[in-house]
């Protein structure tokens, strides 16, 4: 069986485009691969963090895995330090990718762009490593498929890079993984600012959607989406981000095509309300089983103990047969 690997990072507050670009697809994918599913709390530290909060965000993250529909009974579902091995590996692609590649990766521009703009000069040294550790969560599944939203298909690109260059250096030792990217809504947008992707960090708490928000509120967001003023739907980014971007969710919502969904609409108002109706409704489930699983802590801390477990045992084969290849000497 094909394997499948993709993260998160147990940041901010989970969004529609988490949602809709990644989670909902990894809930479908483990039905037909053998899936592993990551909190990425290490890369989530590359920006420095409150103790306190990173512990219950990962928390809280976890829980949110199993409230979109990942059964750990199905999958492997875990925290990223819980398998020490991904910083290990990490250190090896470091040491292969380089430091020109490094600086080409827009997140990493764009992210310490805006860290200088808001005064912060400290620039950590992670942020900018910060793909050779995603290129170590990948590889070191063996995954063939990623699924993730638009945004990441650069990391995927070095991901690949990177294992073709240690394989032509030391051999076959890694397997190429695929970046599997959503056909819709694999780039939300945000509900303000629609050339914009809605974003954890975005300063428009009115363009960004989350997830677990009172479904009152997520009306009001939709009601005050940005659109323009034709008065008419059609699916084109270019001319109409804001309508576009309400298509491309309420088609993802109710798995229909965004653009024929626009023949059905001659008005923004009934469009919008539509589209939240149908968001509300594929999220109601998730916030209920969300909230039972945060009341039972015991069960979460088994599903995460058991997680941890499942996915080092394929770990440290792989970092095994990584440095067997670049020819460290063993231990025995
Ligand atoms: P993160 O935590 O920023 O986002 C998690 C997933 O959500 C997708 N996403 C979106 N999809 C559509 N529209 C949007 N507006 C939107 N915003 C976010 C992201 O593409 C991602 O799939 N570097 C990764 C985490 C990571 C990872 C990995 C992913 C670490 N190691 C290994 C895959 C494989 C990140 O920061 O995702």
Redesign the pocket.
Known sequence: MTRV?????PTGDVHL??F???LRQWAIDQHTHDSFYTA?DL?AVTVQQDPLELRSKTLETMATLVAVGLDPEVCTLFVQSHVPCHTELSWLLECTVSFGELRRMTQFKDKSAKQSDSGQEHVSAGLFTYPAL?AA??LIYDADR?P?????RQ?LELTRDIAERFNSRYGETFVLPEAAIPKI????MDLQEPTN???KSSESPMGTVGIFEETSAIAKKFKRAITDSENQVRFDFEAKPGVTNLLSILGAATDRDPESLADEYHQYGPLKNDTAEAIITVLEPVQNRRAELLADPAELGRIIARGAEKASEVAVVTVQRAKDAMGFLSAG
Not at 5 to 9: E, F, N, R, T, V
Not at 185 to 188: E, F, K, L, P, S
């Open positions: 690997l993709s993260g998160i990072q485009g988490n809709l670009g990644a990425v890369h995603m969560d990948i990623v993730v939203g638009d945004d990441q990391h809504a694999a780039r939300v992707k809605m974003s």
